[in-house]
């Protein structure tokens, strides 16, 4: 099965075009006396074997506070061409009734039958019963819809929190025992729309640096309510690289109809199945795509990230008006681009960077890359050329 179109003609030319006609880019900081060399967390993807999948971890539906029925959100998801799936209710809105996550999806007319007579504590339902909202729910065979099924919840309280590949059902008031508990279900968490909160970073720092299966921070929410979460990123980015890297997440968040489709991850996988599915997130080779459109399919795909240590290649197919890379500069406390183009080699990062991440703007969306570590030149002795931190010192 494959999902790649073909490379239109014109899009090298057009991109030289762009590149050749780009204006100052940012540099700050001297470049570095010492060598230097990125760690690729794309370097284990078999490129010629993979086909790209659809993704969007942060969905709710009726068992919370979202308008439309479990097999109706799935339906919608499967209709604009999504392979992954995560329901990610809201631990607060369901608990009380039915203290389980909503999963599998092959049992979602049994939960409605098990809670149509309880008493939902969503904001948006009144305490109504289930059965006065919702239902019935039809279940649905992730098999024979040609997708996959992430079991999922979104922990609520107070700073909201994916937790994912796992059946852990939330119910608790404390972030570290949510973390916690995530990691005794054998789970994976993402930190959820960060811009919503008051958090210093070093509350973030901290947990990162603890929890190694807090994989990452959602950095596109529902149709971008929160832009500076890019920003937040980075900050973050620049305290904990090169050794602990955060994943970024777009997600939809989808309640309503008209959060649909808004941001697209793109998993480069072998085969559709939860292995790879969370290998590919656990070492960040993955990307996500936002749209210009709301509900338009990824109009450039990121097909090969190569590269030796000392240099980055990205090939991409589709329109491309420009490849932007970005760090943190200290100096003025923000995001910067660094550099432009398809490629970047180590000579291109200032010394002060401990990162570059790429972001793609195509004519009718836009792609980014997961950020690369930059680090002393020690990893090539040892032959390493990977995206996992290196344990040793
Ligand atoms: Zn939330
Ligand atoms: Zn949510």
């Not at 230097?36 to 009726?62: C, I, K």
């Not at 973030?204 to 832009?227: A, K």
Request: charged share 20%; proline share 7%; aromatic share 12%.
């Amino acid at each position: 099965m494959s999902h790649r179109r073909p490379l239109p003609l014109s899009t090298l030319p057009r991109l030289l075009t762009t590149i050749g006609t780009i204006g100052t880019v940012l540099a700050f900081g001297a470049r570095a006396d010492h060598p230097r060399e990125f760690s690729n967390p794309y370097a284990d993807v078999q490129w010629e074997e993979t086909s790209v999948f659809h993704g969007n971890l942060h969905t709710h539906t009726t068992y919370s506070d979202g308008l439309f029925a479990p097999y109706e959100v799935v339906d919608l998801y499967k209709k604009h061409g999504y392979h992954i799936l995560a329901l990610t209710d809201h631990d607060t809105d369901h608990f009380e009734a039915r203290p389980a996550i909503l999963y599998p999806w092959n049992d979602f007319a049994a939960i409605f039958e098990e809670i149509r007579h309880r008493t939902s504590t969503s904001w948006r339902w009144n305490r109504m019963d289930f059965g006065q909202f919702t239902g019935p729910w039809e279940s649905r065979d992730p098999d024979q819809l040609g997708m996959l099924a992430v079991p999922g919840v979104e922990i609520s309280r107070p700073h909201h929190i994916a937790s994912l590949f796992c059946d852990y059902a939330g119910g608790t008031d404390s972030e570290e025992t949510a973390f916690e508990e995530i990691a005794r279900h054998g789970g994976l968490a993402v930190l959820l729309h960060p811009g919503r909160y008051q958090f210093e970073d070093d509350w973030y720092i901290d947990f990162y640096r603890r929890h190694s299966h807090l994989v990452g921070l959602e950095v596109y929410n529902q149709n971008d309510r929160y832009p500076e979460d890019r920003e937040h990123w980075d900050r973050l980015l620049h305290e904990l690289m090169p050794d602990r890297p955060v994943w970024g997440f777009a997600g939809d968040d989808m309640h309503e109809l008209e959060h649909l489709a808004w941001n697209i991850m793109l998993f480069p996988l072998p085969h559709l199945a939860t292995e790879p599915l969370r290998t590919s997130i656990e070492t960040g080779a993955f990307f996500f795509y936002r749209p210009h459109h709301q509900m338009s399919p990824p109009s450039l795909e990121i097909t090969r990230v190569t590269g030796a240590p000392q240099r980055i290649d990205l090939e991409i197919e589709g329109q491309i008006e420009s490849v932007d890379w970005i760090t943190f500069d200290p100096e003025n406390g923000q995001s910067a681009v660094i550099h432009q183009g398809p490629a970047i080699t180590i000579e291109d990062v200032p010394e002060t960077a401990v990162y570059v991440r790429a972001r793609i703007r195509g004519e009718q969306g836009t792609a980014y890359t997961q950020p690369f570590a930059v680090r002393p030149a020690i990893a090539s002795a040892l032959g390493a050329f990977q995206g996992a931190p290196l344990a040793k010192k």
